[in-house]
């Protein structure tokens, strides 16, 4: 049985993890957050020890390392906000534990140069969290793209639209510096998707670019890829937004949607599941994505020119 703490116990994503190392027979020992509304950990590790400052975190989890193996934490599981993916990783390493990541794994690509040392120098590994590329239709995608003619390009649109309260932009994600903006924060996994799935990045135009919404045009070795990414349910069809719905999400490929709606809930598990059997994605594995959203981060929208997403229009009239 593995040992593990947990940073950013009280977010979002938290329970994900939770629920992932209980289901690997594994043991939440000590947990971190700013804020204690965490009673969540009661339906999985009511006896783990919990913190809401750093220091004491740090002081316990370095008193079971000098305890011995037995005692010290194997792995450290990051769900802190994203600016501090970095730093906690660093910590995780340097306390002698394995780091398991939220994405986004940090928000700079010379980062992960610096943990790439790091891991070197402690011996222990990151692994981060990419589950899209777990998905079975991901895998079916890919697989075809692999098995069909190289020198052919696939035309893609990827619509995602996840709306937000007002809270969103009140919160550390609603500031770029912090979450690195809505590319960064709700779209960096679907550009390592498309990565996995269609080779390497050949070109990357931003069209248009807010606080609530994005869009923009990839080029990959094997695809053409238009994006829009939005928090504004304003964005959500018309027809679907009169029945309630809150959030639209669309992948076609040769304008064939891409079925992958269900199986997200267990792929978590399915993360934890490789991580442990030595099989988990590492530092290299994120590059790609995090110089896409770096590129996208920085750069100068094009306006409607060139082949932008047909739900722009809406957004620029």
């Not at 011996?123 to 692999?146: A, F, M």
């Not at 809505?182 to 960096?188: C, E, K, L, P, R």
């Not at 719905?245 to 267990?266: A, H, K, L, N, V």
């Not at 590129?295 to 060139?306: E, K, Q, V």
């Amino acid at each position: 049985m593995k040992k593990f703490a947990l940073i950013g116990a009280a977010g979002y994503i938290a329970p994900r993890h939770m629920r992932a190392i209980k289901e690997t027979g594994h043991e939440l020992i000590a947990a971190l957050d700013v804020n204690d509304s965490v009673g969540i950990i009661d339906s999985y590790f009511p006896d783990a020890h919990f913190f809401t400052e750093f220091e004491r975190f740090d002081r316990h989890l370095d008193k079971l390392r000098r305890s011995g193996d037995a005692s010290k934490a194997d792995y450290v599981a990051i769900c802190s906000p994203n600016y501090l993916h970095d730093s906690h990783m660093r910590f995780a390493l340097r306390s002698g534990a394995h780091a398991i990541c939220e994405k986004p794994l940090v928000l700079n690509p010379w980062n992960i140069d610096g943990l790439q040392e790091i891991e070197h120098d402690t011996g222990r590994q990151v692994n981060t969290i990419l589950q899209l590329r777990l998905h079975p239709s991901i895998i079916e995608l890919r697989d075809k793209v692999r098995n069909g003619p190289q020198d052919h390009k696939y035309e893609v649109d990827l619509t995602y639209v996840t709306s937000r309260g007002r809270w969103y932009l009140q919160s550390w994600k609603g500031d770029s510096k912090k979450s690195g903006g809505i590319a960064t924060n709700i779209g960096v996994h679907f550009y390592d998707m498309l990565h996995f799935i269609f080779g390497n990045l050949q070109q990357n135009v931003v069209h248009y670019s807010s606080d609530t919404k994005a869009a923009g045009y990839l080029e990959y070795e094997q695809a053409r890829v238009r994006w829009f990414l939005s928090i504004d349910i304003n964005d959500v069809p018309v027809d679907l937004r009169a029945t309630g719905q809150r959030t639209y999400r669309s992948i076609t490929c040769e304008g064939e949607e891409i079925e992958f709606s269900g199986g997200f809930t267990d792929l978590h598990t399915r993360s934890y599941e490789e991580i442990l059997k030595g099989n988990g994605f590492g530092l290299e594995e994120n590059r790609a994505a995090i110089e896409t959203v770096s590129t996208i981060r920085d750069a100068s929208p094009a306006g409607l020119r060139g082949d932008y997403h047909p739900f722009l229009k809406q957004v620029v009239a």
